[in-house]
């Protein structure tokens, strides 16, 4: 009895040790949520505050990254990884704005770069917080949309095709990844390398607007958003396609569960 006794207050011991652990863990991941939602307000606010009253055209914004001297490339940097973090900012007007500052072939370099360093805290972050941190900047909606990234067979293939397709929501797969099984030094070289087409042509029309070859611009961005706009239907093609079947297989397993009239006839 007593051995069974002490048994049983090892078992409740051990639960409420277990149940106290999850507490903290559930405390401090909040309140490491907190610390990061209230420097990317704060500095979301200060950034946005002070462009806005001075940048209005491509000649402002070089001017305004001009004017720190060289650091004006992290300054940059610190804006492109902003960019990514907010995810709701289209990435093309960064880019856009690399290429008239810094040139084509620099402005691609630092596009990257903040890409790629924004990505990994993206990552990183969503790993260790889950999908708390996720539905903050995504909706519970668009996180059900992309539940089929999530496929062990496909996943490095569907996110390279995700990330290379233009105008689909780059920014929005890359707090989802973080959620899937893919290590972070794989999705960094796949999405890395999925980007570089739409970045470049993104710094290339930049480039060529700050040497006043307006009508080359108009023709690319012309381009540009024509495929973009099919990137969009094909992507919303897919979401499509991936949700009907979801449905088909729901019904499938409902109609395996429920029994047959034969079968019920019989009991």
């Not at 009895?1 to 401090?28: C, F, H, P, S, V």
């Not at 000649?59 to 490339?73: D, H, L, S």
Request: with cysteine; proline share 3%.
């Amino acid at each position: 009895m007593n051995a069974n006794k002490t048994a049983r207050t090892r078992g409740t011991d051990q639960r409420e040790n277990d149940k106290a652990y999850l507490r903290k863990r559930r405390i401090l991941g909040i309140l490491s949520l907190a610390v990061v939602l209230a420097l990317v307000g704060v500095i979301t606010y200060f950034v946005s505050t002070d462009l806005l009253g001075k940048i209005k055209t491509p000649e402002e914004f070089r001017a305004y990254i001009e004017a720190f001297g060289w650091t004006g490339r992290l300054v940059f940097l610190g804006l492109q990884c902003l960019q990514v973090v907010v995810a709701l900012i289209p990435g093309e007007i960064v880019e856009v704005g690399a290429g008239y500052a810094f040139g084509a072939v620099e402005g691609t370099l630092l596009c990257m770069a903040g890409v790629a360093i924004a990505s990994s805290i993206i990552f990183l972050l969503t790993k260790k917080l889950g999908i708390k941190l996720v539905e903050i900047f995504v909706s519970r909606e668009k996180i059900n949309e992309l539940k089929f990234i999530n496929s062990e067979k496909k996943l490095k293939r569907t996110i390279f095709i995700l990330f290379f397709i233009p105008g689909t929501p780059k920014d929005l797969f890359t707090y989802f990844a973080g959620l899937t099984r893919i290590k972070l030094s794989e999705f960094l070289v796949i999405s890395l390398i999925a980007r570089i087409p739409s970045v470049v042509s993104s710094t290339i029309g930049g480039h060529i607007i700050n040497q006043e070859n307006y009508l080359s611009a108009v023709i690319l961005f012309a381009v540009t958003g024509i495929v973009s706009l099919g990137g969009m239907w094909v992507y919303n093609r897919i979401v499509k396609y991936h949700e009907s079947r979801e449905e088909r297989e729901k019904e499938k397993a409902e109609d395996a569960v429920q029994p047959s009239p034969n079968d019920a006839a019989r009991r």
